[in-house]
């Protein structure tokens, strides 16, 4: 299986620990003989490098300054990078008559390119919760979180599955955003090596669909 | 051929002047033979698709949250850039990209590297001109997300010369990738019959000479000028008054001017007109001035030349090169009070004057500004980047 790994931090970017989280599933996908593209936002090392394997595309944000150092004009800007280059990695295997199978994005950050590469291409989407808006921002109602709720909101209506850490991150998820999606919400405990195995069983679930 | 038109406005919904801009010429190209579709923000009222002369047009949702004009702007694009690519799957694939300035352009490169076809992007303005310097972050994110789109470009049109070089330098891009094609007006629009006084008296006195300002109430519109001008004009005899269409931030200020030079009841501010009365307005005005500071075309100047009213401008920008000088209007320098005030009042005297400047230009917009030209150089465009596209190697792979 071919997966496209979406993600705003990879090492050595180190924000909070998505980039330890993402760096051991990518390496334990590849050691399971799944091949991972791994696209992520790095703004100091653009390029390509084969880590062990994976192959990890680094993408700046072309616009460098945001007013009000804005994480949400960061976070649009930064998708069309990653987007691209997601397209470029999809067209280089069309090339090779070889398809893409799912792409899995990381926190909200990452759900706008998820979103367009999935209409574009019509590739299945997996998205991770680390957390939700409305426990980091502590259920305020300013402009900027209801909007990132909104994106939140869009990226678990668009994914075809939503993978979170714990039992209670999926509850709060559906206590937000409405417990219609009970269906498609996969906890796992990201402890150890071996849940990589129930999220390649995740993959499974979205290839598999018709 | 088939083309994408990406705008972040267009009729019912107008802001500016891309609307009117985008509407006129995707009709035009429609005309022509081209498939255009064109893809827009939703509008109370306005339907979700029509087709309105040949054009397909698409309301896409544009959200309402977010933490600035900013913020909301690049969210909208990023939705329309989602219904983009169900309406490109829908239609089996698009040849071109046409976006209208940065608040369409993003969707635009998005679409562009997502589908692999080659992107346009007509640069109305620049931020740079629009606020006459970059000051602060908003504006230098403006100005890094315009320079970005014009690096995506394949090509950019912009309306005048003066604006290519001036995108070449602010937006650092080369003058190769830049094509000139001009803005249109439709002088058919302006012809109709009408009850002149009973506009006229609507503005105005019976006595007194109409001065038209049509613009944004914005300091690059030069409002400001005008307003100094009028004392000037006032003591040569003459009893004018301004009427000012258009809303904007400057607007108290402008009053608050007037108060102080006392002529409160010489400058009538008229805000949002609809389409009718303001071309009614051009017929009935005396003389159309357009005091501008930066100005990328000047739509006003067209629309005035097409409605035979005399023009006074400022030598700036695309005015310069619609304009010439005691030919089809009158150019003065930028910001010059003294000059302007002595612009209109020769016009206001000098009957035969006003009468040749008058002809000349209709003549020239009949000639140069006509939208079917217009559509011809655009497709001309498009014709040359897709010969380039073609024979070029950047293409997605069609065998899966």
Request: glycine share 8%; with cysteine; hydrophobic share 40%.
């Amino acid at each position: 299986m071919r997966v496209l790994i979406l993600t705003s931090e990879y090492q050595p970017k180190r924000l909070g620990n998505i980039s330890d989280h993402v760096s051991t599933l990518a390496h334990e996908l590849v050691k399971r003989k799944h091949e991972v593209e791994l696209v992520v936002l790095d703004d100091w090392r653009p390029g390509f490098e084969d880590v062990c394997g994976v192959h990890v595309h680094r993408v700046a944000n072309p616009v460098k300054t945001h007013p009000m150092a804005s994480v949400l004009t960061f976070a649009v800007t930064a998708s069309l990078p990653i987007e691209s280059e997601g397209a470029n990695i999809v067209y280089f295997y069309k090339k090779l008559q070889k398809n893409t199978d799912v792409i899995h994005c990381h926190e909200w950050l990452m759900v706008y390119p998820a979103i367009n590469l999935k209409h574009a291409f019509n590739i299945p989407f997996v998205l991770t919760f680390h957390s939700i808006e409305g426990h980091r921002c502590h259920d305020c109602f300013s402009p900027l979180s209801i909007a990132i709720k909104e994106i939140e909101d869009a990226g678990i209506w668009e994914s075809n599955q939503v993978i979170t850490n714990t039992e209670w991150l999926k509850n709060e998820v559906l206590r937000y955003y409405g417990s219609g999606h009970r269906g498609k919400i996969n906890v796992v405990w990201p402890i150890g090596r071996d849940w990589v195995d129930d999220v390649v069983s995740v993959y499974r679930k979205v290839v598999e669909e018709p | 051929m088939r083309v994408l038109h990406l705008s972040w406005e267009f009729p019912p919904r107008i802001i500016g002047g891309i609307a009117s801009h985008v509407f006129d010429l995707s009709r035009a190209l429609a005309r022509r033979g081209i498939e255009v579709h064109a893809m827009t923000c939703n509008f109370l009222g306005a339907k979700e698709y029509e087709n309105i002369d040949g054009v397909n047009v698409y309301r896409v949702e544009s959200y309402a949250a977010g933490d600035s004009f900013l913020s909301w702007a690049l969210r909208m694009q990023k939705n329309m850039e989602r219904s983009g690519c169900d309406l490109i799957n829908f239609i089996k694939g698009v040849d071109l990209i046409h976006a209208h300035d940065w608040l369409s352009g993003v969707a635009g490169i998005g679409l562009k590297n997502l589908y692999r076809k080659p992107l346009i992007t007509t640069m109305h303005s620049t931020e740079y001109g629009r606020r006459i310097g970059i000051h602060n972050d908003l504006q230098a994110s403006i100005n890094e997300i315009e320079s970005w789109l014009c690096r995506e470009s394949w090509r950019i049109i912009t309306c005048s010369y003066y604006m290519r070089n001036h995108v070449s330098w602010c937006l650092r891009v080369s003058e190769n990738k830049i094509c000139v094609v001009q803005n249109g007006v439709d002088v058919n629009k302006f012809s109709f019959g009408f009850n002149y006084w009973g506009v006229r008296n609507r503005f105005a006195h019976g006595s007194e000479k109409i001065l038209l300002f049509v613009g944004r109430l914005v300091p690059e519109k030069g409002l400001d000028v005008l307003i100094e001008a009028l004392p000037n004009i006032l003591s040569n005899g003459i009893d004018a008054k301004i009427v000012a269409v258009g809303e904007g931030p400057q607007r108290e200020e402008y009053q608050q001017m007037a108060n102080q030079y006392g002529l409160a009841n010489k400058i009538l501010f008229v805000g949002h007109v609809d389409d009718w009365t303001l071309r009614a307005l051009y017929r009935v005005a005396d003389v159309t001035v357009v005091p501008s500071k930066f100005e990328p075309f000047g739509i006003v100047a067209l629309e005035a030349m097409a409605a035979r009213c005399p023009l006074v401008v400022c030598a700036v920008g695309g005015l310069n090169e619609i304009v010439d000088h005691e030919g089809t209007g009158l150019k003065v320098p930028v910001n010059n009070p003294d000059a302007l005030a002595w612009a209109i009042v020769r016009i206001i005297r000098d009957v035969g004057f006003k009468d040749w400047i008058v002809s000349n230009a209709y003549q020239k917009c009949m000639w140069n500004y006509n939208w079917n030209n217009i559509a011809d150089w655009t497709a001309g465009v498009y014709g040359a980047v897709l010969h380039e596209y073609y024979t070029g190697s950047w293409k997605p792979i069609n065998k899966v």
